[in-house]
Structures are given as structure tokens and as C-alpha cells.
């Protein structure tokens, strides 16, 4: 599966060349991520009140054109892997001419919110575990 938000740059999020500040990236995957799972009929907020966390490891980041301000970008994401300890998110970020701009990951532990250790999200969320393993996309042909 695979969800798509949109986005429109706001100033703010530019440098002073009027292009999207690197460190923005990381907030529009978080936007786009929180919405994937919104498809899945819970929210990220709701999970977390569950008592799964889901902290960052890792987040890669790749530049491949650059976005301005005003400009209106879609952000597709999908679970590219999910094992019962930890998840790997995938974005591909297009302009309005549907031009791949930026493509990225993140990968997230599963981890208990009482004690922010890592848990087996299979056996102890095996519903929210259930709902993300949905969103796996498929391996190419």
C-alpha cells in the first residue's frame, strides 16, 4: 500500500535562496508517515497511547532536485520492510511537474512507552503490528 500527501512549501521552510532547507525533508516524511498510517484506521497518536513508540534509528535523505517556495509536492509513502522489532519507511517526494525531487527513508524501533525498551511488536501490538505489515509493499517483479 501506498499513501499520498501533498504539500505546499511554505516560506519558513526556505533559505535565503528561496529553496527548501535540507532539514525540512525530515519534517515531510514525519507529515506523510503520519498520515500513511492514518489509512490504516488508528493514528500515530492513538498507537503511541497504546504504548508503542516508534523512534527513529535512521534517516536517509537523497537530493535529487531542487523544491522552492510555493511549490505544491507529493509525498508518496510506503513500508518498504517491517520485521517484529523495527520498521523502514520509504518516500518519494515529486513537484507539481511530477518530477521525482527527493527519495528517502527512515527506519523506527518498536519500543514499549512505560519503559522504552524494545518490544516484539508482533506478539505485544499484534494489531497495530497487523495494520503496518498491510502497508508492506510488494517486492518487484
Do not use: W
Given at each position: 500500500m501506498?499513501?499520498?500527501t501533498e504539500?505546499?512549501?511554505r516560506y519558513g521552510e526556505t533559505d535565503m535562496m528561496g529553496i527548501v532547507h535540507h532539514s525540512v525533508y525530515a519534517l515531510y516524511y514525519e507529515q506523510a508517515r503520519v498520515d500513511f498510517i492514518s489509512h490504516f484506521g488508528t493514528t500515530y497518536k492513538q498507537i503511541e497511547q497504546d504504548g508503542l513508540m516508534l523512534p527513529l534509528i535512521q534517516l536517509h535523505?537523497?537530493?535529487k532536485k531542487a523544491v522552492y517556495f510555493g511549490d505544491t509536492i507529493v509525498v508518496k509513502t510506503s513500508v518498504e520492510k517491517i520485521s517484529v522489532a523495527k520498521i523502514t519507511f520509504r518516500y518519494e517526494l515529486y513537484n507539481q511537474n511530477n518530477e521525482?525531487?527527493?527519495i528517502g527513508y527512515?527506519?523506527?524501533g518498536f519500543v514499549s512507552s512505560d519503559s522504552f525498551k524494545p518490544v516484539n511488536a508482533k506478539k505485544t501490538f499484534p494489531e497495530i503490528y497487523e495494520k503496518l505489515c498491510r502497508g508492506v509493499a510488494p517486492a518487484p517483479l
Amino acid at each position: 500500500m501506498q499513501s499520498t500527501t501533498e504539500i505546499t512549501v511554505r516560506y519558513g521552510e526556505t533559505d535565503m535562496m528561496g529553496i527548501v532547507h535540507h532539514s525540512v525533508y525530515a519534517l515531510y516524511y514525519e507529515q506523510a508517515r503520519v498520515d500513511f498510517i492514518s489509512h490504516f484506521g488508528t493514528t500515530y497518536k492513538q498507537i503511541e497511547q497504546d504504548g508503542l513508540m516508534l523512534p527513529l534509528i535512521q534517516l536517509h535523505c537523497r537530493y535529487k532536485k531542487a523544491v522552492y517556495f510555493g511549490d505544491t509536492i507529493v509525498v508518496k509513502t510506503s513500508v518498504e520492510k517491517i520485521s517484529v522489532a523495527k520498521i523502514t519507511f520509504r518516500y518519494e517526494l515529486y513537484n507539481q511537474n511530477n518530477e521525482l525531487v527527493n527519495i528517502g527513508y527512515t527506519e523506527h524501533g518498536f519500543v514499549s512507552s512505560d519503559s522504552f525498551k524494545p518490544v516484539n511488536a508482533k506478539k505485544t501490538f499484534p494489531e497495530i503490528y497487523e495494520k503496518l505489515c498491510r502497508g508492506v509493499a510488494p517486492a518487484p517483479l
